[in-house]
């Protein structure tokens, strides 16, 4: 159980071009979802939160104009990185959570993104 | 947030038990530990959890001290591919807290299991 997916895994594109990730929870229904970022070298940094059906809440210094969040169902949350630049290559994880066990976080494999 | 702080590498030989430690001296009464593991190019891995009770599941043993100051991590016995960066992380288990829901990820234990 608690199995959530990530697709694309991996993804170049080329600079100013916009990119759609999406993170599904296969065998729960995710109340909240989280995506996060990881540089090379470095740990996770939380980018924003997101409950379904409402606005996501961004950490402080995302552009949330930048990293658009939709989180439409109960399964599925997708992050659009508009007019990617190459300083947005980075490898976005995103996380799912269930109120009724307890809100442990599990984590999709991650998207290797690299703008070009 | 209760801050966490962990070895950067540990070291341990396959078959042998790892034992990692976490301190998180300014935790608060409603905050869990919980422990991850991140395998190279990989999401993070959920391993345990607990309150102020040790706790045991299929992957790993998690005890806590009686002033829930500091934690280990027990790996019974290591495999190869036990080798990973270990996360202690201290969050909030209800509506109120600061690091409710939050995961706030520091740089962790690289522990290497080796024949």
């Known amino acids: 159980g608690a199995v959530v997916s990530q697709h694309p895994s991996r993804v170049i594109c080329k600079s100013g071009t916009s990119v759609k990730i999406e993170c599904r929870s296969l065998?729960?229904?995710?109340?909240?979802m989280f995506w996060y970022r990881q540089f090379p070298k470095q740990s996770l940094m939380l980018m924003a939160t997101?409950?379904?059906?409402?606005?996501?809440?961004?950490e402080q210094g995302v552009e949330k104009d930048k990293f658009l969040i939709n989180h439409a169902s109960l399964t599925l949350s997708t992050l659009t990185v508009t007019s990617a630049h190459p300083e947005d290559s980075s490898f976005y994880i995103c996380?799912?959570?269930?109120?009724?066990?307890?809100?442990?976080?599990?984590f999709g494999p991650g998207t290797r993104l690299l703008v070009l | 947030d209760a801050k966490t702080t962990q070895p950067p590498s540990m070291d341990c030989a396959e078959g042998r038990a790892a034992n990692l430690p976490c301190n998180h001296s300014?935790?608060?009464?409603?905050?869990?530990v919980y422990w991850y593991r991140q395998i190279h190019s990989q999401g993070p891995q959920y391993i345990i959890h607990?309150?102020?009770n040790n706790e045991t599941n299929e992957m790993a043993s998690l005890i806590i001290t009686e002033d829930r100051k500091s934690s280990t991590l027990i790996l019974p016995h290591a495999t190869l591919r036990d080798t990973a960066v270990y996360y202690c992380?201290?969050?909030?288990?209800?509506?109120?807290?600061?690091?409710?829901?939050?995961?706030?990820f520091g740089q962790g234990t690289i522990l290497t299991v080796h024949p």
């Open positions: 996380s799912a959570s269930f109120q009724g066990w307890g809100e442990t976080q599990y």
């Open positions: 065998d729960f229904q995710a109340t909240t």
């Open positions: 997101s409950n379904e059906g409402s606005k996501a809440t961004y």
């Open positions: 300014t935790i608060s009464g409603n905050e869990y």
């Open positions: 607990g309150l102020k």
């Open positions: 992380i201290v969050r909030a288990s209800n509506a109120g807290g600061t690091s409710y829901g939050k995961l706030t």
